[in-house]
């Protein structure tokens, strides 16, 4: 068979084209070396040497570490226990560069841990990044991130500790307890403590059942406090030490000294039935009688005679009365007419009285009954007829008190015993007195130093107190 004559022109033969997969092969720019084609033009190893994606992304990082629990810290307070090379710990470090890579809008395809000594306190993660550098061309290059390990007490280690640097440190503990059934005047001690900073010298304040106790580096600190707190309150003071070393060469002894604090279970508001002997010791005084003030000592005010008397911790250990009715057992009164007697006005610790008579109606038998109460009152200055009143209700009161049940039977007792007016809160009108002490915040006042375990009954006199403080 003859060759087919060559085509018009001179053209030579060419050789059938390779397949469609070489068809597709372009060369690099830089090396030259055949590649698969894309927008840079460039195979992979000349684009990694022209291109780092790693550049932004931290190198060196540092961790928490706390040594008592073996756990990390987990920005901002909490911390996760995690083992050496465990999931935990490996969660912990991504979390310190992963807002980082994200910001450069790379991401991370893989991450492991590398093996390193524990003494050295170095952590290595290796990361495998990947990020597209140009229109659908995206690499992926691997990046070690070293950690330094710091040391530092995890919140309950450091309290542990302190805990129990502070059993070996402190040399006087002042112990603070009231025998009540309410925390009212633990409160009212906590504000003032924080008030006038008798208790800064403190290394350590814990609550306790029914108190508070504050320990101190110095005897001459623990004494100090015990003096404020007998000025506050009345108080019975025991003291007791204890030997803790002795060295026979210098001839020098360490004792633990320890203050014992009673507060007088009498408040400033309680009503108290004074024994006959304690009435007669007095003078004569009533038998219900209305703790009006409490400082040092107790003001016990007589509302039929409107006669005062004060007395001191040592004139109370004579009798040591107990409180008939407290603040938590207050009635809520409507004042329906005020009749005032001239004669009584009298200034009782720098406060006016004037001895009145009301007329009262339980605020809880309004629409049930007309009940209606006539009782004599020192509020005679401050109450008119509307207002509201807080005071005791003898009338349906419960008592096992022997000694009130001996003199009801001679004697009269009054229906209701009013204490204080009760004032509106107004929530868009600021009360008054507010900005009498603008260098005193009021609540954080009240709140003192948060030693004290608050029940729900306790809260609504915290909330009592933070009232007389802004009245």
């Not at 950690?147 to 503990?173: E, I, P, Y």
């Amino acid at each position: 068979m003859l060759p087919s004559p060559p085509p018009p022109g001179g053209a030579m033969f060419l050789p059938p084209q390779p397949p469609s997969s070489t068809a597709c092969t372009s060369i690099c720019c830089t090396c030259g070396v055949a590649m698969p084609p894309n927008a840079a033009n460039t195979c992979a190893r000349c684009l990694r040497a022209r291109v780092d994606i790693t550049e932004g992304v931290p190198r060196h990082a540092a961790v928490v570490y706390c040594p008592a629990c073996s756990s990390y810290l987990q920005p901002p307070r909490s911390w996760l226990r995690a083992a050496p090379e465990s999931p935990e710990l490996m969660q912990v470090l991504l979390r310190r560069v992963v807002r980082q890579i994200a910001r450069l809008g790379a991401a991370i395809a893989a991450a492991e841990l590398v093996f390193t000594e524990p003494h050295s306190k170095r952590l290595k993660l290796r990361l495998r990044i990947r990020r597209e550098v140009l229109r659908c061309v995206t690499m992926e290059q691997t990046h070690v991130v070293e950690f330094t390990v710091h040391d530092r007490l995890c919140d309950a280690c450091g309290r542990a500790q302190q805990a129990d640097a502070a059993d070996h440190q402190w040399s006087a503990v002042v112990q603070v307890r009231q025998r009540a059934s309410h925390r009212r005047t633990l409160l009212h001690l906590e504000q003032q403590l924080v008030r006038h900073g008798a208790a800064d010298t403190a290394i350590r304040v814990d609550g306790s059942a029914g108190g508070i106790d504050l320990y101190f580096a110095s005897r001459s600190h623990a004494a100090r406090l015990v003096e404020f707190v007998s000025s506050v309150a009345p108080a019975r003071v025991g003291t007791a030490k204890q030997l803790v070393s002795h060295d026979t060469k210098s001839n020098s002894y360490g004792f633990k000294h320890t203050f014992s604090v009673e507060l007088c279970p009498v408040c400033r508001d309680d009503l108290v039935f004074l024994p006959k002997e304690a009435s007669r010791a007095l003078g004569g005084l009533g038998a219900l009688v209305l703790c009006i003030k409490v400082t040092s000592s107790l003001a016990l005010l007589d509302t039929n005679t409107m006669r005062v008397v004060v007395l001191g911790i040592k004139e109370y250990d004579r009798y040591k009365f107990e409180p008939l009715l407290t603040s938590r057992q207050l009635a809520e009164y409507v004042v329906l007419d005020v009749e005032h007697d001239p004669s009584g006005d009298v200034t009782v610790l720098g406060s006016p009285y004037m001895m009145s008579w009301a007329q009262v109606a339980r605020v809880s038998d309004l629409g049930k009954n007309d009940t209606v109460f006539t009782v004599k009152t020192h509020l005679g200055y401050q109450l008119k007829p509307g207002d509201h009143a807080l005071g005791y209700d003898l009338y349906s009161a419960n008592s096992n008190n022997d000694d009130l049940e001996k003199y009801g039977q001679s004697h009269r007792l009054p229906d209701a015993v009013l204490v204080k007016k009760r004032y509106k809160k107004c929530a868009d009108k600021p009360q008054e007195g507010s900005e009498r002490d603008g260098s005193v915040d009021i609540e954080e006042i009240a709140m003192g130093i948060g030693c004290i375990d608050l029940n729900p009954s306790d809260e609504k006199e915290l909330d009592e107190l933070l009232e007389d403080l802004t009245l």
